[in-house]
């Protein structure tokens, strides 16, 4: 397993160097790197690292930050929930998006008995400012998801960064 203290020391000391030269707050800049690279589309499968193994799975990123599934298979369009088989079974996704085109309420009735069939939670972390469906947000709490706003992931992203170590 990756030492995420590991990665937030190497985050912090670039940003130090970074804030040193232009005098910007260096918990600033790591949350802003932070931010980037879990709201980036498509979400990289893993991300390159200075650490023993040269890099994490996004996964187990969103899982610290956010407290969702670390077995989570994250997709980033909407359209993939086509696919949910049984391959899939038990398997928590992660939606990271902030477009809804094409689900409603139609798709939703496709979608929602296959993942309740397969036990599939599927939760949302929406990265636009606007709302999210009403079918998506219906799709997220009567498959057992979770939720999380572009507000919240801030919010989780400055606890996880910049808070005073124990």
Same mark, same amino acid.
């Given at each position: 397993m990756w030492n995420w203290i590991t990665i937030v020391a190497i985050s912090l000391s670039l940003a130090s160097t970074v804030a040193a030269q232009s005098r910007i707050d260096e918990c600033e800049v790591a949350?802003?790197?932070?931010?980037?690279?879990? !709201?980036? @589309?498509?979400?990289?499968?893993?991300?390159? *690292?200075?650490? @023993?193994?040269?890099?994490?799975l996004m996964r187990d990123l969103f899982a610290d930050?956010?407290?969702? *599934?670390?077995? *989570?298979?994250?997709?980033?369009?909407?359209?993939?929930?086509?696919?949910?088989? *049984? !391959?899939?079974?038990? !398997?928590?996704?992660?939606?990271?998006?902030?477009?809804? @085109?094409g689900f409603d309420l139609k798709k939703l009735g496709k979608v929602l008995p296959v993942a309740k069939l397969q036990e599939i939670a599927v939760s949302l972390v929406w990265t636009a400012n606007s709302e999210p469906s009403p079918a998506l947000l219906e799709l997220v709490k009567s498959s057992g998801g979770k939720f999380w706003t572009l507000a919240e992931l801030k919010q989780k992203i400055d606890a996880y960064v910049c808070a005073p170590a124990p």
């Open positions: 949350k802003a790197s932070l931010l980037n690279l879990m !709201t980036i @589309e498509p979400t990289p499968p893993y991300a390159s *690292s200075k650490g @023993e193994s040269g890099y994490f930050v956010l407290g969702s *599934s670390g077995k *989570s298979y994250i997709i980033n369009d909407i359209q993939e929930l086509r696919f949910l088989a *049984s !391959t899939l079974y038990r !398997t928590p996704i992660l939606l990271v998006s902030g477009r809804t @085109e």
